[in-house]
T-cell receptor, first 114, second 114 residues
Framework: GNSVTQMEGPVTLSEEAFLTINCTYT??????LFWYVQYPGEGLQLLLK?????DKGSNKGFEATYRKETTSFHLEKGSVQVSDSAVYFC?????????????FGAGTRLAVHP | ETGVTQTPRHLVMGMTNKKSLKCEQH?????MYWYKQSAKKPLELMFV???????ENNSVPSRFSPECPNSSHLFLHLHTLQPEDSALYLC?????????????FGDGTRLSIL
């Protein structure tokens, strides 16, 4: 079946620290992979995506590389800011009965302190 | 103008009331989704409309009734809800054809059942 596992939070960091949030997946076929971010009181925003093996998605200083051999899509940022405090969701997309079904991980809460 | 707009942002209702949630997308997409996000639970897919036809209904109680009058609008009609239905309800849209693209989310309706 299809599933996404991401590291449990909360992750607490000081400003300018390095961030890694691990994400691994199981999937039949060739999924697309995504990271979404949810700020307090808001919906989910697409942060970055990768559609095939070895693709690197990047946005706002965040990066993730689609690793087929390790079935992983870890999120990284070199220097986090207080404004990055949010919940981060890893997701994969598979074709299902006429639409693109998103399978989400449980989410990882990130808290960044000054 | 934001891509996916949900109204109202907040709703408080009694268990015997009838209300509707509205979602509108301005992205030219042809699939729309309702999700339920409860505290400490994974994101739950409720309904999917693809090309204005309902293609998925994930064992959602009949007190939730979706309606998709056209590809830009989606409603969730609510009646006789229970306290456990208090949650954030998120609408999303995507393009069905052309690969496994992302879904784009609105900011949600925070629903509280008294």
């Amino acid at each position: 079946g299809n599933s996404v596992t991401q590291m449990e939070g909360p992750v607490t960091l000081s400003e300018e620290a390095f961030l890694t949030i691990n994400c691994t997946y199981t999937a039949t076929g060739y999924p697309s992979l995504f990271w979404y971010v949810q700020y307090p009181g808001e919906g989910l925003q697409l942060l970055l995506k990768a559609t095939k093996a070895d693709d690197k998605g990047s946005n706002k200083g965040f990066e993730a590389t689609y690793r087929k051999e390790t079935t992983s899509f870890h999120l990284e940022k070199g220097s986090v800011q207080v404004s990055d405090s949010a919940v981060y969701f890893c997701a994969l997309s598979v074709s299902s009965g006429g639409y693109n079904k998103l399978i989400f991980g449980a989410g990882t809460r990130l808290a960044v302190h000054p | 103008e934001t891509g996916v707009t949900q109204t109202p942002r907040h709703l408080v209702m009694g268990m015997t009331n009838k209300k509707s949630l509205k979602c509108e997308q301005h992205l030219g997409h042809n699939a729309m989704y309702w999700y339920k996000q409860s505290a400490k639970k994974p994101l739950e897919l409720m309904f999917v409309y693809s090309l204005e036809e309902r293609v998925e209904n994930n064992s959602v109680p009949s007190r939730f009734s979706p309606e998709c009058p056209n590809s830009s609008h989606l409603f969730l009609h609510l009646h006789t809800l229970q306290p456990e239905d208090s949650a954030l309800y998120l609408c999303a849209s995507s393009q069905v054809a052309g690969g496994l693209g992302p879904q784009h989310f609105g900011d949600g309706t925070r629903l509280s059942i008294l």
